[in-house]
């Protein structure tokens, strides 16, 4: 944008935006064609009253600009309605990013300046019932279509306002997909799928969009049809399609800094709610202590996923997040209650070319002395060499069940130790 368009669209933004009839706008905000059509006549009418001719071509920028920022996105409209950007990443007026299939990419898309990015910041933040400002200048939050915000203003920010939005998926990925996608392989599924079915306590570990969310959706899908289940999260993505679910979600403080809910007290909660099973969308505190307790009191087959960069980690993470809670338990109880609770840990991870890929399945076998023994099932091995599309090459090791796990008690319980012997035939010891 040259300097002059972009001096133009600063003066009729201020001029549009104190002429606009703000109860006409909130009557159309939900239909942009006409929305546009009240900006252009808008638009038409300042240009009258100051002997000005414009150019369609620019009418039309301007309008298209005015619009989509007075409907809360600015120049980020065209990427949140872009279904191939799941990363959404600006870091003052002039620097946007998008991260697409995995990988981070400049945009050629700017804001007119500072002042433009807070104002659409603060009307996003206002979407959900929140306030941004001096005092507050950090807000994490949830916007209406499921996707995740975050906004950090100046003086904090140094470069000018930043947003970071996670983008919330259209699609629904089955375990089929990820097959097709190469993060696991058939084996690996259909473990998962008797594991779902036969109600063992699952944790899926991983880094920050390694796919985690993605994952305990696909395995949502086989828990039974007769069973009474809980989400509980921080940001609803869960999308179970099971008939008896309850649906929760944590609670910033609002505008006088009361009202907070956060994930503990929903867990403590949820136990009075008589779910068969409770999934817990992240553990990160001290709630992981009574989601622990839940998971050893009866509400066989809850799942949550939590951020380690191995199993072995994942078990730190929970040992550090029982530390935070007021329960004052030696070190040796503690992974006790863990090694009671945790059946599966499925780590997943984001590789270097930007694919998802399912690292381990591990068995949680129980304890030996003070440690906890872990016994892989499944595994990825990367190679060395890439295909020709760039992508990391590697393969899905399978490394048998034993008779004494979990899941093969469970499996003898629910039915389904026929598909399970079938599955590792002799592989099973």
Do not use: W
């Not at 804001?111 to 603060?122: G, H, P, S």
């Not at 970071?164 to 998926?169: A, D, M, N, T, Y």
């Not at 099971?242 to 956060?262: K, Y």
Request: aromatic share 4%.
């Amino acid at each position: 944008m040259g300097s002059e368009e972009s001096e133009l669209l600063l003066y009729y933004r201020e001029q549009v935006l104190k002429t606009l009839d703000l109860e006409r706008v909130d009557a159309l905000r939900n239909n942009r064609d006409a929305l546009l059509r009240e900006v252009n006549d808008v638009i038409q009418h300042i240009a009258n009253s100051n002997g000005q001719y414009i150019a369609n071509r620019v009418s039309s920028h301007l309008c298209e600009q005015i619009t989509d920022e007075i409907n809360g996105y600015g120049p980020l409209r065209e990427l949140m309605d872009d279904d191939t950007v799941s990363d959404i990443l600006v870091n003052g007026p002039n620097s946007i990013f998008v991260e697409r299939f995995g990988k981070l990419e400049a945009v050629d898309k700017h804001f007119i300046n500072n002042e433009q990015l807070v104002d659409i910041a603060r009307r996003l933040v206002a979407k959900v019932g929140r306030r941004i400002d001096d005092s507050q200048p950090l807000v994490d939050a949830r916007l209406p279509d499921g996707s995740r915000l975050n906004v950090v203003i100046p003086p904090v920010a140094l470069d000018g306002a930043s947003i970071s939005i996670r983008k919330f998926g259209k699609g629904k990925k089955t375990l089929a997909n990820l097959i097709e996608f190469g993060s696991m392989n058939e084996m690996m599924a259909n473990y998962l799928v008797i594991a779902s079915r036969c109600r063992v306590n699952i944790i899926v570990s991983g880094g920050t969009g390694s796919g985690k969310t993605t994952l305990l959706n696909a395995m949502s899908q086989y828990i039974g049809e007769d069973e009474r289940v809980l989400t509980l999260e921080d940001a609803a993505e869960l999308r179970l399609q099971q008939p008896h679910v309850v649906r929760l979600e944590t609670r910033m403080a609002g505008v006088e800094n009361q009202g907070m809910v956060d994930m503990r007290r929903l867990v403590v909660n949820a136990l009075r709610m008589r779910p068969d099973r409770i999934i817990v969308g992240e553990c990160r505190g001290e709630e992981a202590f009574e989601m622990l307790q839940a998971m050893n009191t009866g509400h066989d087959g809850s799942m949550s996923t939590l951020h380690a960069n191995s199993p072995r980690d994942a078990l730190a993470r929970l040992e550090s997040m029982v530390m935070m809670s007021s329960a004052a338990l030696p070190l040796s109880a503690i992974r006790r209650n863990i090694a009671a609770a945790v059946n599966i840990i499925v780590q997943v991870s984001r590789l270097p070319d930007g694919s998802r890929k399912v690292m381990n399945i591990t068995e949680v076998m129980g304890m030996e002395g003070d440690n906890i023994i872990l016994q892989d099932i499944f595994t990825f091995d990367a190679s060395h060499e890439r295909n020709e599309q760039g992508r990391i090459q590697g393969t899905f090791t399978s490394f048998g069940l034993l008779q004494r796990s979990a899941v093969y008690r469970q499996a003898m319980m629910h039915g389904l130790l026929e598909p399970l012997k079938r599955l590792f035939g002799s592989n099973m010891s």
